[in-house]
């Protein structure tokens, strides 16, 4: 039977009175602060997990719908964990999770996806999303470095009901098997650059036609002063020509930004891009493992967001960005819940960057980290209105996902926000 409007229960940011609804709380619209999103546990997955297991070193990419999360590592996880129970992947792989999750945006519920053919490495990948195909590029197994990989795998994830990644045979001059490398997909080219082997670091740029499935190494350093050095875990942002390097390092050296590594794929060559600094906070510190989006604002400006990582002495909370066309660093006022880095972030079409996981130091005056499965989000743009009128309405009924197509749009919801509810049934 179909629910009645009267059957529609709110959360707790409203309270019920004589037939009206209040808000106990009112909905705002805050760009650039970030906000827990509590996932909904009202149903349990393939093995009875609700939510992923907390992790680092995973990767996760997303859409306006979905956010899904590849891989991960965890070696706290103690044997006789619940949430571990009747997994095979697990049993066999452990610490590393052979997974993919999703969560839907709107509805905050996470789903365990059954995927056939998932890679074996599952740690430092590269993840894209283009369109609808997940793309996932290099990784390592453990112990890190002993068995890496050069392979590139595709999930449609349109083919909800039949999903399965499935190897690129390649030829061509294929880059070495590394991890911790970066990846830009433009236009049919996949661009991957550095990496590690676990003992050598490189910043090699090699190029991929997914038409004819064939490997073009574009540059190879040679350790030239005119050359930035190798290095792992580092991010990259792209304005369509020039593929610009933002931090990394190795296990002992961590990358600036004041002078910023750019790849001019014109003339295939390296340029230092000399940047402007923050006119109070001058320059991010120099760090690898922390996250990076880009996204282009309502002006058509083009800017990168970097948040968190790692020094080897220091773990960072900061948030900055950079414009893309002036090389402005702009330190933003409020940065992440805490100190991360091994974490993971991805921006939707919309301009909301989503943060998950990683290792978390909760309490900065102790060095000892820990895995979270945290995930927040921010804003930083300022969307059309009706995105805006969409999270007033997710804030005030976070119970959208348990009526009927019918009734939410009779109620006055368009259909393509019904759309995102029915994605995650």
């Not at 106990?24 to 509590?38: A, D, E, H, T």
């Not at 070193?57 to 719908?65: P, Q, T």
């Not at 195909?133 to 990989?149: E, R």
């Not at 911790?180 to 740029?205: M, R």
Request: glycine share 8%; net charge neutral.
């Amino acid at each position: 039977m179909e629910n009645s409007e009267k059957d529609v229960k709110y959360n707790s940011n409203c309270y019920f009175s004589k037939g009206f609804t209040f808000p106990k709380v009112i909905y705002s619209f805050k760009p650039y602060k970030f906000v827990k999103c509590l996932p909904v546990t009202s149903r349990s997955n393939n093995n009875g997990q609700q939510i992923p297991i907390p992790r680092s070193g995973h990767r996760i990419a997303c859409d306006n719908v979905n956010l899904y999360s590849y891989g991960g590592f965890n070696p706290k996880v103690s044997p006789g964990d619940r949430r571990t129970e009747n997994d095979e992947d697990w049993d066999n792989y452990k610490p590393l999770f052979r997974e993919v999750w999703k969560l839907n945006l709107a509805s905050r519920i996470w789903t365990k996806l059954s995927c056939a053919h998932i890679p074996d490495v599952l740690a430092s990948n590269a993840v894209t999303l283009a369109g609808n195909v997940l793309m996932v590029f290099g990784g390592t197994g453990v112990p890190f470095g002993a068995h890496c990989s050069n392979d590139l795998y595709l999930c449609d994830l349109s083919k909800q009901n039949n999903l399965s990644f499935t190897f690129v045979k390649a030829s061509g001059d294929v880059p070495s098997p590394r991890y911790g490398q970066a990846i830009v997909f433009h236009n049919k080219y996949l661009y991957t650059v550095g990496g590690t082997t676990g003992y050598e670091y490189s910043l090699d740029i090699h190029c991929l036609d997914l038409q004819s499935k064939v490997w073009e190494q574009i540059y190879v350093c040679n350790t030239g002063c005119e050359e930035p050095p190798g290095r792992y875990r580092h991010e990259l942002a792209f304005d369509g020509n020039r593929i610009f390097v933002l931090g990394g390092g190795t296990a002992e050296v961590a990358y600036g930004f004041e002078v910023i590594p750019s790849f001019n794929l014109m003339i295939r060559g390296w340029e230092s891009i000399k940047t402007v600094p923050d006119s109070e906070h001058k320059y991010p510190l120099a760090r690898r493992c922390h996250s990076c989006v880009q996204f282009s604002d309502i002006d058509d400006k083009l800017y990168a967001y970097i948040i968190g990582g790692y020094n080897k002495y220091m773990v960072f909370k900061d948030v900055w960005r950079l414009d893309l066309t002036t090389f402005q660093w702009n330190k933003l006022c409020d940065s992440y819940p805490y100190p991360i880095y091994f974490h993971t972030s991805a921006i939707t079409p919309n301009g909301k960057v989503y943060t998950f996981g990683g290792n978390a130091n909760f309490n900065p005056s102790d060095s000892v980290s820990c895995r979270t499965a945290d995930v927040y989000a921010m804003w930083v743009t300022i969307p059309k209105l009706k995105e805006i009128c969409w999270e007033a309405l997710l804030f005030y009924s976070n119970n959208l996902h348990m009526y009927s197509d019918s009734f939410l749009f009779n109620s006055g919801i368009p259909s393509e926000f019904i759309q995102r509810i029915n994605n995650s049934r």
